[in-house]
T-cell receptor, first 111, second 113 residues
Framework: GQQVMQIPQYQHVQEGEDFTTYCNSSTTLSNIQWYKQRPGGHPVFLIQ?????EVKKQKRLTFQFGEAKKNSSLHITATQTTDVGTYFC???????????FGKGTKLSVKP | EAQVTQNPRYLITVTGKKLTVTCSQNMNHEYMSWYRQDPGLGLRQIYY???????DKGDVPEGYKVSRKEKRNFPLILESPSPNQTSLYFC????????????FGEGSRLTVL
């Protein structure tokens, strides 16, 4: 069945270092979404990408959607302790009309 | 304030004792869904609903029931809970099922002894 895979599963960085998480789908996606879950919290929507090759920025966060619309990445420049959490990507599940989530990348930042 | 409200937030129960986790949204969303989150397994969908009286199974529906009698409410029912249903549960809603922001509740941590 359709799968959405994320790597790495965990990432430990020193504050100020950059961080990237990658998302790969087994099928072409009409869109891809990214969510952030702080420790002890619930997932919160960050962004949705729709167009092939799309790049969007939110302050230190850069989101990319691949040309083939099967992969995506989230890059954080100069991480801060406030970036700690788990980052999930999610894409539509074929024609069933619901989202399938990747397993997430858990980011820890050492001050 | 736009929100998804789940209750209870925390519950410890025993095997076989029926329980219901309520979920309510105030955004007039048509789509609602339940997920469970377990370490290393991410968010797995249990059931979802496209509209009132329309529900469908997700990836891990065994041992759960849902109903959608009103647009705002989507309760999750565990008829006979078992220890393998110990998990963190999230209810979520959105205007459309697969595009646009999915709003999550704060989560319900369930322990089945």
């Amino acid at each position: 069945g359709q799968q959405v895979m994320q790597i790495p599963q965990y990432q430990h960085v020193q504050e100020g270092e950059d961080f990237t998480t990658y998302c790969n789908s087994s099928t072409t996606l009409s869109n891809i979404q990214w969510y952030k879950q702080r420790p002890g919290g619930h997932p919160v929507f960050l962004i949705q990408l729709v167009k092939s090759g799309e790049v969007k920025k939110q302050k230190r966060l850069t989101f990319q959607f691949g040309e083939a619309k099967k992969n995506s990445s989230l890059h954080i420049t100069a991480t801060q302790t406030t970036d700690v959490g788990t980052y999930f990507c999610a894409g539509p599940r074929g024609s069933q009309g619901n989202l399938i989530f990747g397993k997430g990348t858990k980011l820890s930042v050492k001050p | 304030e736009a929100q998804v409200t789940q209750n209870p937030r925390y519950l410890i129960t025993v095997t076989g004792k029926k329980l219901t986790v309520t979920c309510s949204q105030n955004m007039n969303h048509e789509y609602m869904s339940w997920y469970r989150q377990d370490p290393g397994l991410g968010l797995r969908q249990i059931y979802y609903s496209m509209n009132v009286e329309v529900t469908d199974k997700g990836d891990v529906p065994e041992g759960y029931k849902v109903s959608r009698k009103e647009k705002r409410n989507f309760p999750l029912i565990l008829e006979s809970p078992s220890p393998n249903q110990t998990s963190l549960y999230f209810c979520a809603s959105s205007f459309l099922p697969n595009t646009g922001e999915l709003f999550f509740g704060e989560g319900s941590r369930l322990t089945v002894l």
